[in-house]
């Protein structure tokens, strides 16, 4: 029985046998259980070109694929042709197409110890096929060009393994401090990424022939792999999709759409992409050449685009290269300074110092292009900002917003609209003046006091009222609100003394209060012992020698009468601390049948000590007639 199961299996090929079956195409010939065809379509065994059928140009069928990336069946007869050189002028051709072949076998470079003289011979091949591009009057036919992009795409198209980072999408902004992931594959990839870029720059590429083949599906394929982790990969696609972008008319709306939406994956959804910094380093060259006056796409690219991509938190990985095609944009249209100035507000940041530094820099490097009647329609809220950043306690933040008046253009703009600007930054230079820490902050502030005192010294003595009267009233706001409060709280206290109404009052300092509750002060407020807490109100009767405890603290401790107490005031944790609508309230007493909680949202435990029973109930209130209270208003 296991004799006739070997028998089914397959022999193995002798090495002549095998030898003479890749004579006609070593790297890509499939055996004889398979089929005795070419399996990429690239030679038969005679040595010709095949024609692959042009809506497929780099496809193969399952099992040709397999057999081509499966390398173990392939190094035993993976061996050098014959030099381009040696070969007469009739045959360099065919034999072009061959060794474009042989390169599409992918070997596994995670082993540096396997294939070691397979892997060479594809290396001298690559470097020959690379050198022959470059020979003078050669013509690319198509089936060259569809060979050619096939071989390119067996070798680049694959699966990006990505590095693992702990947090990464969460502490995105210190990336760009972690060493680069290199590729173990990049001795083959470069010369392959070298034969693509030689390949699309050649003048002798015909372009008509070549779209054919490097069309959307390729594009597509070819910007996937900018999110590898290798620079070098990168840099070598940003300069390949410029050609492409150059050469092939056709394809620059669909490659702009492209781009766009990998940002928009990249803003809205992942905020994690290796080559945001490269493909905006192509914008940049791309946006140079826009035609005037610019097309309403170009302006809905920037405000879509562009504009929310100071957003995510690694913005200092690609901050220059957007900074320069913001620029470009205004440059080239300088009514685009409004809509660029009131986005960078829009999402200018709040608790991240470094990255409002970088806007700072930005916003200098867009006013000293935006014109007068532009910059008076975003002043007021762009100056709002500005004063808070004169106010930062971040120094740097500071510092940078009292450089723009460094600026040459920037002091004519302010000096042209000072009536509208000194107005809402006078309170923030006055505030710094006084307060704050920084000496170097102090200094400046000073400066841009004395350059808007000298430029109009009765502005600035009105605006100088104006911040006076404006803090005598706020002192005198203040004053009365305190004021009001006192009697509302003196007015609450004189009711509950005369209704034995429950008061809410924030400083207690009472540990033991009488039943008659002086003064109608109830201490039961765990304003102290629970702080920021949420108020619920309970109503109870408590028996003899009975213990209320919240949260392991005595609220309530009665003596040997019974007590009735009202209107407590508890508090509910945030963020879940406890079961949403439940209080740890424990209750210990020697008359349990007298003891109750009643109300909801707040669940109890009533613990009898005589009779070691207990019983959840519900809670509401508290009020004292009877009883001595006993209160833990904590520390």
């Given at each position: 029985?296991?004799?006739?199961?070997?028998?089914?299996?397959?022999?193995?090929?002798?090495?002549?046998?095998?030898?003479?079956?890749?004579?006609?195409?070593?790297?890509?010939?499939?055996?004889?259980?398979?089929?005795?065809?070419?399996?990429?379509?690239?030679?038969?065994?005679?040595?010709?070109?095949?024609?692959?059928?042009?809506?497929?140009?780099?496809?193969?069928?399952?099992?040709?694929?397999?057999?081509?990336?499966?390398?173990?069946?392939?190094?035993?007869?993976?061996?050098?042709?014959?030099?381009?050189?040696?070969?007469?002028?009739?045959?360099?051709?065919?034999?072009?197409?061959?060794?474009?072949?042989?390169?599409?076998?992918?070997?596994?470079?995670?082993?540096?110890?396997?294939?070691?003289?397979?892997?060479?011979?594809?290396?001298?091949?690559?470097?020959?096929?690379?050198?022959?591009?470059?020979?003078?009057?050669?013509?690319?036919?198509?089936?060259?060009?569809?060979?050619?992009?096939?071989?390119?795409?067996?070798?680049?198209?694959?699966?990006?393994?990505?590095?693992?980072?702990?947090?990464?999408?969460?502490?995105?902004?210190?990336?760009?401090?972690?060493?680069?992931?290199?590729?173990?594959?990049?001795?083959?990839?470069?010369?392959?990424?070298?034969?693509?870029?030689?390949?699309?720059?050649?003048?002798?590429?015909?372009?008509?022939?070549?779209?054919?083949?490097?069309?959307?599906?390729?594009?597509?394929?070819?910007?996937?792999?900018?999110?590898?982790?290798?620079?070098?990969?990168?840099?070598?696609?940003?300069?390949?999709?410029?050609?492409?972008?150059?050469?092939?008319?056709?394809?620059?709306?669909?490659?702009?759409?492209?781009?766009?939406?990998?940002?928009?994956?990249?803003?809205?959804?992942?905020?994690?992409?290796?080559?945001?910094?490269?493909?905006?380093?192509?914008?940049?060259?791309?946006?140079?050449?826009?035609?005037?006056?610019?097309?309403?796409?170009?302006?809905?690219?920037?405000?879509?685009?562009?504009?929310?991509?100071?957003?995510?938190?690694?913005?200092?990985?690609?901050?220059?290269?957007?900074?320069?095609?913001?620029?470009?944009?205004?440059?080239?249209?300088?009514?685009l300074a409004d809509i660029v100035i009131r986005g960078l507000l829009k999402y200018w940041p709040i608790t991240n110092s470094s990255?409002?530094?970088?806007?700072?820099?930005?916003?200098?490097?867009?006013?000293?292009?935006?014109?007068?009647?532009?910059?008076?329609?975003?002043?007021?809220?762009?100056?709002?900002?500005?004063?808070?950043?004169?106010?930062?306690?971040?120094?740097?933040?500071?510092?940078?917003?009292?450089?723009?008046?460094?600026?040459?253009?920037?002091?004519?703009?302010?000096?042209?609209?000072?009536?509208?600007?000194?107005?809402?930054?006078?309170?923030?230079?006055?505030?710094?003046?006084?307060?704050?820490?920084?000496?170097?902050?102090?200094?400046?502030?000073?400066?841009?006091?004395?350059?808007?005192?000298?430029?109009?010294?009765?502005?600035?003595?009105?605006?100088?009222?104006?911040?006076?009267?404006?803090?005598?009233?706020?002192?005198?706001v203040n004053a009365r609100r305190e004021a009001t409060w006192k009697r509302l709280e003196e007015i609450a206290a004189k009711k509950?003394?005369?209704?034995?109404?429950?008061?809410?009052?924030?400083?207690?300092?009472?540990?033991?209060?009488?039943?008659?509750?002086?003064?109608?002060?109830?201490?039961?407020?765990?304003?102290?012992?629970?702080?920021?807490?949420?108020?619920?109100?309970?109503?109870?009767?408590?028996?003899?020698?009975?213990?209320?405890?919240?949260?392991?603290?005595?609220?309530?401790?009665?003596?040997?009468?019974?007590?009735?107490?009202?209107?407590?005031?508890?508090?509910?944790?945030?963020?879940?601390?406890?079961?949403?609508?439940?209080?740890?309230?424990?209750?210990?007493?020697?008359?349990?049948?007298?003891?109750?909680?009643?109300?909801?949202?707040?669940?109890?435990?009533?613990?009898?000590?005589?009779?070691?029973?207990?019983?959840?109930?519900?809670?509401?209130?508290?009020?004292?007639?009877?009883?001595?209270?006993?209160?833990?208003?904590?520390?």
């Open positions: 029985m296991i004799k006739s199961l070997l028998s089914k299996l397959p022999r193995k090929q002798s090495k002549s046998a095998r030898n003479s079956e890749f004579a006609g195409n070593p790297a890509l010939t499939l055996n004889s259980s398979t089929s005795s065809k070419s399996s990429d379509g690239g030679s038969n065994k005679s040595g010709k070109p095949v024609n692959v059928p042009s809506s497929a140009p780099y496809s193969l069928s399952n099992i040709a694929e397999k057999f081509i990336r499966d390398t173990n069946s392939v190094t035993a007869s993976y061996e050098a042709l014959p030099n381009l050189r040696d070969v007469p002028s009739t045959e360099k051709q065919n034999m072009f197409i061959r060794k474009l072949n042989m390169c599409c076998v992918v070997f596994d470079f995670t082993d540096p110890t396997k294939n070691l003289k397979e892997k060479e011979i594809k290396r001298q091949t690559l470097v020959e096929l690379v050198d022959y591009l470059t020979s003078p009057n050669i013509k690319f036919s198509e089936t060259v060009i569809q060979e050619a992009v096939k071989m390119v795409s067996f070798n680049l198209f694959r699966e990006l393994i990505p590095q693992t980072h702990d947090n990464k999408v969460l502490h995105a902004f210190d990336v760009e401090e972690e060493e680069p992931c290199m590729d173990p594959s990049w001795p083959h990839l470069q010369i392959v990424y070298e034969f693509l870029l030689r390949l699309v720059a050649s003048p002798e590429t015909d372009a008509k022939l070549a779209k054919r083949y490097i069309d959307h599906s390729f594009v597509l394929k070819l910007l996937d792999l900018f999110d590898s982790e290798d620079p070098r990969e990168r840099e070598y696609l940003k300069t390949i999709l410029h050609r492409i972008y150059g050469k092939f008319m056709v394809h620059r709306p669909f490659i702009r759409k492209s781009i766009n939406n990998i940002f928009y994956r990249f803003i809205f959804e992942t905020e994690k992409h290796n080559g945001i910094t490269e493909l905006l380093e192509i914008l940049g060259s791309i946006i140079n050449g826009f035609a005037l006056p610019l097309k309403e796409e170009h302006k809905l690219f920037l405000i879509r685009a562009l504009i929310p991509l100071h957003k995510p938190k690694c913005l200092s990985m690609y901050h220059q290269q957007l900074s320069y095609c913001i620029i470009q944009f205004v440059e080239k249209d300088c009514k990255k409002e530094v970088m806007f700072l820099s930005e916003l200098e490097e867009v006013l000293e292009v935006t014109q007068p009647p532009e910059f008076q329609r975003c002043m007021v809220p762009l100056f709002r900002q500005i004063a808070r950043c004169l106010n930062s306690l971040h120094f740097q933040v500071a510092e940078r917003s009292f450089f723009l008046w460094n600026n040459d253009h920037i002091e004519n703009l302010i000096k042209q609209n000072r009536k509208v600007i000194l107005p809402i930054i006078f309170p923030s230079l006055e505030r710094n003046g006084r307060n704050h820490w920084n000496q170097a902050v102090h200094s400046l502030t000073l400066n841009v006091c004395k350059f808007f005192s000298e430029l109009d010294p009765d502005l600035y003595k009105d605006c100088l009222l104006t911040f006076q009267e404006a803090e005598l009233k706020e002192d005198e509950a003394a005369a209704s034995n109404e429950a008061v809410l009052v924030t400083n207690v300092g009472l540990r033991r209060v009488p039943h008659q509750l002086q003064e109608g002060l109830l201490a039961s407020s765990l304003s102290t012992v629970l702080p920021a807490f949420s108020c619920y109100a309970m109503t109870a009767t408590f028996g003899a020698n009975t213990e209320l405890r919240c949260c392991n603290t005595i609220v309530v401790k009665t003596s040997t009468w019974k007590s009735c107490i009202s209107h407590l005031y508890l508090g509910i944790p945030p963020l879940g601390y406890f079961s949403k609508g439940s209080l740890p309230l424990s209750v210990s007493s020697r008359d349990a049948e007298s003891t109750s909680l009643k109300g909801s949202n707040i669940v109890a435990k009533l613990r009898s000590n005589n009779h070691g029973g207990s019983a959840d109930m519900g809670c509401d209130g508290l009020t004292d007639k009877d009883a001595d209270v006993d209160i833990d208003a904590g520390s």
